[in-house]
C-alpha cells in the first residue's frame, strides 16, 4: 500500500523540528508494509486556518493525483486546532477513498473494505472538543498568571541581555547570510542550512539581502 507523511510542528523557531514524528510514521510504515512515496514536512503556527496550511493542502492534492492509500499523522492536532477543520479535511480524505492514520490516538478513519468507519466522525470530534477545551483552559491560565504577575509590579518578558546583537546573529546565520548573497533562493537556503523558512525570510531582511 502506498502511504504519505504528514508532519508538522507549531513553533516556527528552530527549536522544534519535525524528525521525531517522521521517524515514528516512517516505523510505523515499516512495520506495517506501507510504502512510504513521499513525506510532507512544515513548521507553521497552530492557530492558523487549513487554507494557510501550505504544505498541509499539498499533502492532499497529492494523496488524492497518486492513488495514495493512507497518510501518516502523529496526532489528530496535526490536522488542525478546530474541530470543524479536522472533521473538514477527514471528510475530504474520505470521499477521496484516502484513508488516514492518526498514531497517537491510534485511529484510522477507513475500515479493511475502504469504508468510512460509522463511529469515526463522533470519536473525532469528541477528542477534538476536548483537546480544543484544554487549550483555552491553559490559554485562560496563562492570562491570568500574566495578570496576576504585573499586578504585583513583576516585569514581564524576556531578561536584560537576552536579546541577540545583530553581529552574534551574524555570526549564527553566517551560512544563511552566505547562501541569500549567493542568490540562493529562500526555501532551498532553509534546507541547506537546515532552518525554518521564516528564518531566513527574517535574516534576509534584517540584513538587507
Do not use: H
Given at each position: 500500500m502506498k502511504a504519505v507523511i504528514y508532519a508538522r510542528v507549531s513553533s516556527i523557531s528552530d527549536r522544534q523540528n519535525t524528525e521525531r514524528q517522521i521517524e515514528d510514521l516512517k516505523a510505523y510504515a515499516c512495520a506495517n508494509c506501507?510504502?512510504?512515496?513521499?513525506?510532507?514536512?512544515?513548521?507553521?503556527?497552530?492557530?492558523?486556518?487549513?487554507?494557510?496550511?501550505?504544505?498541509?493542502?499539498?499533502?492532499?492534492?497529492y494523496a488524492k493525483q497518486n492513488g495514495i492509500d493512507i497518510i501518516l499523522v502523529s496526532e489528530l492536532s496535526r490536522f488542525g486546532r478546530a474541530i470543524w477543520e479536522v472533521l473538514e479535511t477527514v471528510k475530504?480524505?474520505?470521499?477521496?477513498?484516502?484513508?488516514?492514520f492518526f498514531q497517537k490516538e491510534g485511529l484510522q478513519i477507513l475500515d479493511e473494505k475502504g469504508e468510512v468507519l460509522p463511529t469515526m466522525a463522533i470519536y473525532i470530534s469528541c477528542l477534538g472538543f476536548a483537546a480544543e477545551m484544554e487549550r483555552k483552559n491553559i490559554a485562560f491560565r496563562l492570562?491570568?498568571?500574566?495578570?496576576?504577575?504585573?499586578?504585583?509590579?513583576?516585569?514581564?518578558?524576556?531578561?536584560?541581555?537576552?536579546?541577540?546583537?545583530?553581529?552574534?546573529?551574524?555570526e549564527e546565520y553566517k551560512q544563511v547570510i552566505k547562501e541569500l548573497k549567493r542568490g540562493t533562493s529562500i526555501r532551498k537556503t532553509a534546507k541547506l542550512c537546515d532552518v525554518s523558512v521564516s528564518t531566513v525570510q527574517r535574516v534576509k531582511a534584517e540584513f538587507n539581502l
Amino acid at each position: 500500500m502506498k502511504a504519505v507523511i504528514y508532519a508538522r510542528v507549531s513553533s516556527i523557531s528552530d527549536r522544534q523540528n519535525t524528525e521525531r514524528q517522521i521517524e515514528d510514521l516512517k516505523a510505523y510504515a515499516c512495520a506495517n508494509c506501507y510504502k512510504v512515496e513521499k513525506v510532507f514536512s512544515e513548521k507553521i503556527s497552530g492557530a492558523k486556518k487549513n487554507a494557510e496550511r501550505e504544505v498541509l493542502l499539498a499533502c492532499l492534492d497529492y494523496a488524492k493525483q497518486n492513488g495514495i492509500d493512507i497518510i501518516l499523522v502523529s496526532e489528530l492536532s496535526r490536522f488542525g486546532r478546530a474541530i470543524w477543520e479536522v472533521l473538514e479535511t477527514v471528510k475530504y480524505c474520505a470521499d477521496n477513498s484516502i484513508n488516514v492514520f492518526f498514531q497517537k490516538e491510534g485511529l484510522q478513519i477507513l475500515d479493511e473494505k475502504g469504508e468510512v468507519l460509522p463511529t469515526m466522525a463522533i470519536y473525532i470530534s469528541c477528542l477534538g472538543f476536548a483537546a480544543e477545551m484544554e487549550r483555552k483552559n491553559i490559554a485562560f491560565r496563562l492570562n491570568s498568571g500574566r495578570e496576576l504577575a504585573k499586578q504585583k509590579g513583576i516585569k514581564m518578558g524576556r531578561k536584560e541581555g537576552s536579546i541577540k546583537s545583530k553581529e552574534q546573529k551574524a555570526e549564527e546565520y553566517k551560512q544563511v547570510i552566505k547562501e541569500l548573497k549567493r542568490g540562493t533562493s529562500i526555501r532551498k537556503t532553509a534546507k541547506l542550512c537546515d532552518v525554518s523558512v521564516s528564518t531566513v525570510q527574517r535574516v534576509k531582511a534584517e540584513f538587507n539581502l
